[in-house]
Nanobody, 113 residues
Framework: VQLQAPGGGLVQAGGSLRLSCVASGANNSDFTMAWYRQAPGKQREWVSQINPVHTALYKNSVRGRFTIFRDNAKNTVFLQMNHLQPEDTAVYYC????????WGKGTLVTVSS
């Protein structure tokens, strides 16, 4: 089972990106899914999560700028990131909150000032 999270890239401060997370070989529709990120030289941190009935939680620093949503029919979780700031630069990962799968490679988001 692999979690794939394409959608990263380089963007200027104030810009937007949408990340997607697809699990190959696993059905995540019944699980709470989360986005995490790891900035250079820092530990991985939780960013946002969404449960199967679409209740979302956010890290304080991204609330109001990021939106997590899911399409259970497509087994995909998304992270819409608006008003990106240089401090959002990190490798972003997705995973189940409970019963996590193996971590994928993540996707690099670089925000230039």
């Amino acid at each position: 089972v692999q979690l794939q999270a394409p959608g990263g890239g380089l963007v200027q401060a104030g810009g937007s990106l949408r990340l997607s997370c697809v699990a190959s070989g696993a059905n995540n529709s019944d699980f709470t899914m989360a986005w995490y990120r790891q900035a250079p030289g820092k530990q991985r941190e939780w960013v946002s999560q969404i449960n199967p009935v679409h209740t979302a939680l956010y890290k304080n620093s991204v609330r109001g700028r990021f939106t997590i949503f899911r399409d259970n029919a497509k087994n995909t979780v998304f992270l819409q990131m608006n008003h990106l700031q240089p401090e959002d630069t990190a490798v972003y990962y997705c995973n189940r909150v409970y019963q996590p799968l193996s971590w994928g490679k993540g996707t690099l988001v670089t925000v230039s000032s």
